[in-house]
């Protein structure tokens, strides 16, 4: 059996407020420490970071830190151990998707010695980049290899923002702690808003792979879940890449929101899904020094302060306008999954140190926009996917996107001309008029004037906008029960974060997917009984 486990030792706990300056110099920080638990300068101490944020909101911009303390002692250091045992030989669990829901649920079940068995669609984290590289370079998209598809899931080669508004779904502190114990840095679980790096992710990944595999679980690449086979309310069998057929107790399902193949084969087999709000719109590019002055109050390449980030959400005409992972020195990344569409998302590397800063600015979409169509489980995903091959169309049938400067879509302006843009594949002058229905693209021209406001600067000429930003969140959902988190039906089947309408981020996923093993855990225990 696998414990995770935690050591710990006892310890004062101290929390002030510094300078970015004074809080990267160690002699002051022990001296503010000190003076805080009105200690003798005498006394020896051993101190680390407990919480770190920033509060930029007036000029003097100031580091909130928690600190550790040991007095006359050194900390203990935090150790994250697993005890092995094989689960070999134990009940299988088998998991459709190696994202973050799937690995999680994966590493979960061997705590309960349980194994997983996971088939994942796309390729392994290295193989993957060679796909990705020549998705970039001339604008060819493998469908079962992309920055959706493949090991590690779609949150693989992106900015890894491990923040999450989803903290009452469960342990966020245990993802990021076994995040940390597959390599990430501690950094991780002191910051506030906590970012990975698309060039730390993949090890990470591969070492939670190798975790598993150890453990006598299995992973199983370009292993595509193609059919199931049914009696009664119970999955008997799934059938792989068309022709493997493997008998399965219980079938997580954690395919991801851009899986559509996996909506349509349960739509076929009869099984419930339904159409979920979602949201779609632009990126949006500046440059990162920008962002830096706006956010830093002028204060432009310190080497104090982390490159800024925003956050913006304003309601036009009743509805939600918001920014969506917003990637702080990054670049706009081709994010399609079918090669007659085009899709943007973001990715940032662990230090963020792009000239780009880059964005979604998105508006929330409902069934009910869609008159007589709302009951369609399709409606929403019909719509992401109209608007998705209408910008590969009007951008050349390739992975260009359409684009426009950020002043002339508000002015209902076509741009001549662009500054450069991150996104490799290249952009093309579409009006997103062109694109977008009114109800979008009226209500977004209205936010980023609001936007404008709250953040005096934001709406400028430099800034260019691409379009579709439209995997937010997955735009169907499969209705689960609560208490259990089986299907509502099957009984067998666990729909499970992103995909099935449950997470939305590399976090809540982790937690949904470790949840789905808890929940089949007990579920087991009382079948045995
Ligand atoms: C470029 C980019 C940047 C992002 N940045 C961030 C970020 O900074 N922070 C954050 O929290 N989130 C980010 N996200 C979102 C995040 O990646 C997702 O929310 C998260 O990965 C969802 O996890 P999941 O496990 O539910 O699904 P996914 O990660 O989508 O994983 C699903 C897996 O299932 C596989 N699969 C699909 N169909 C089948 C099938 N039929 N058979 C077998 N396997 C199948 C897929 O190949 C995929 O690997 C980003 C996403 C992208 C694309």
Request: neutral net charge.
């Amino acid at each position: 059996m696998v414990v995770f486990k935690l050591i710990l030792q006892p310890m004062q706990e101290v929390s002030f407020q510094c300078s970015p300056e004074e809080a990267k110099d160690e002699n002051v920080l022990k001296d503010f420490i000190i003076e805080k638990l009105k200690l003798s300068t005498e006394v020896k101490i051993d101190f680390r970071w407990k919480k770190r944020s920033i509060d930029a909101r007036k000029k003097a911009i100031k580091i909130n830190c928690v600190f550790e303390v040991e007095i006359n002692g050194a900390l203990q250091k935090n150790k994250i151990e697993f005890e092995i045992k094989s689960v070999q030989d134990s009940e299988p669990v088998h998991i459709i998707g190696a994202g973050p829901a799937g690995l999680f649920a994966a590493l979960r079940a061997l705590e309960l010695n349980l194994k997983p068995i996971i088939f994942e669609r796309g390729k392994d984290v290295r193989s993957r980049r060679r796909d990705l590289a020549l998705l970039n370079k001339e604008g060819i998209l493998n469908p079962e290899s992309n920055y959706c598809f493949g090991e590690g899931g779609a949150g693989t080669y992106s900015d890894g923002k491990l923040y999450t508004r989803s903290k009452k779904r469960g342990d966020v502190e245990k993802v990021l702690k076994l995040l940390v114990y597959f390599g990430a840095k501690n950094d991780i679980l002191v910051d506030a808003h906590p970012h990975v790096g698309t060039n730390k992710l993949p090890q990470i990944i591969t070492a939670i792979r190798e975790k598993i595999i150890a453990c006598g679980g299995e992973i199983h690449f370009e292993k595509k879940l193609t059919d199931l086979h049914l009696e009664g309310n119970l999955i008997k069998n799934i059938e792989i890449n068309k022709s493997e057929k493997y008998p399965v107790k219980f079938l997580i399902l954690a395919t991801g929101h851009s899986a559509r193949d996996i909506f349509e084969l349960l739509h076929r087999k009869k099984i419930e899904i339904q159409a979920k709000p979602f949201a779609l719109g632009v990126r949006v590019e500046h440059t990162q020094d920008l962002i830096d002055q706006l956010q830093y109050h002028g204060r432009l390449n310190d080497e104090y302060l982390p490159p800024a980030s925003y956050s913006l959400v304003t309601q036009v005409e009743d509805r939600g306008v918001y920014s969506f992972c917003m990637c702080p020195g990054g670049i706009i990344a081709p994010c399609a999954t079918e090669s007659n569409e085009v899709v943007t998302n973001g990715w940032s590397p662990s230090k963020r140190n792009n000239p780009y800063s880059n964005s979604g600015i998105v508006v929330s979409v409902f069934p009910e926009d869609f008159m007589g169509k709302e009951k369609d489980p399709f409606v929403c995903l019909d719509f992401q996917k109209e608007i998705e091959q209408k910008c590969w169309e009007l951008a050349g049938k390739n992975q260009k996107v359409p684009a426009q400067r950020l002043l002339d879509f508000v002015n209902g302006k076509k741009s001549i001309d662009f500054p450069r843009s991150s996104y490799h594949p290249g952009i093309e002058s579409i009006e997103m008029d062109e694109i977008f229905p009114k109800f979008i693209v009226e209500r977004l021209r209205k936010a980023f004037i609001d936007f404008e406001k709250k953040m005096p600067g934001f709406l400028t000429n430099d800034a260019v906008i691409h379009a579709p930003e439209s995997r937010t969140s997955s735009p169907i959902s499969i209705p689960r029960r609560r208490e259990t988190m089986q299907h509502i039906r099957i009984t067998n089947l666990y729909p499970c974060a992103e995909g099935a309408g449950y997470a939305g981020g590399i976090v809540s996923a982790a937690i949904d997917g470790m949840n789905c093993i808890d929940s089949l855990s007990s579920n087991l225990i009382c079948i045995k009984v």
